[in-house]
């Protein structure tokens, strides 16, 4: 059998777009079905993507089958090694998930999918967050080296931590096959890398 499509979305940096773009894949793709899955969450349940892309799929595309996981939540709205370190100080025992924890969760869902199938991966945060267990985040999926679809960081500055994001996957033998961004009033820092990094 076809083993299904798997993307995974990365931001130059956090609040750049990844659970806007995709709820957009998941909604408008060619497939049939699609499984968006979040490995870590953080600001839960104030911020949940999950059920976020679920609504925009159900209100945009209602004939879509669309499931979602999220592996992990934590209350605190902070990178996910401060949200781990603040929970377990005062709720849990014991150390943060390990991040073959994460990458295992990926991988059984996309073996459960079949063929005919998207899944999406949102990350959490920037291309170098630090994951729970203070690893950084490119680090820990490295072994899945699914493709990229990393979003672009729109403010003043931008072009460069965009560059910075880019370098640090290709560096790690990831594959970055698409680059997106959205646009702002004033700038249009996608259009500029483009010009100056064909």
């Not at 609040?15 to 497939?31: D, E, H, Q, R």
Request: charged share 15%; glycine share 10%; proline share 10%.
């Amino acid at each position: 059998p076809t083993p299904p499509i798997a993307l995974q979305i990365w931001g130059a940096t956090t609040n750049v777009g990844k659970t806007i773009l995709s709820a957009a894949l998941a909604a408008f793709s060619p497939f049939p079905r699609v499984h968006y899955l979040k490995p870590v969450q953080t600001g839960f349940p104030h911020d949940d993507d999950a059920r976020f892309v679920s609504g925009f799929v159900k209100s945009h595309a209602p004939g879509r089958e669309i499931t979602t996981e999220t592996l992990l939540t934590y209350s605190a709205p902070l990178s996910p090694h401060s949200a781990a370190g603040v929970e377990l100080s005062t709720f849990r025992e014991g150390g943060p998930p390990e991040d073959g924890v994460f990458v295992e969760g990926v991988r059984k869902a996309r073996r459960g999918l079949g063929s005919e199938a998207l899944l999406i991966v949102e990350t959490a945060g920037g291309v170098l967050t630090p994951m729970p267990s203070h690893n950084l985040q490119a680090d820990a999926f490295r072994p899945l080296r699914l493709p990229v679809v990393l979003i672009a960081d729109p403010v003043i500055g931008g072009i460069s931590s965009t560059l910075c994001a880019y370098e640090s996957l290709i560096m790690r033998g990831y594959t970055v096959p698409i680059l997106v961004g959205f646009q702002t009033e004033e700038l249009n820092n996608l259009k500029s890398i483009i010009e100056t990094h064909p």
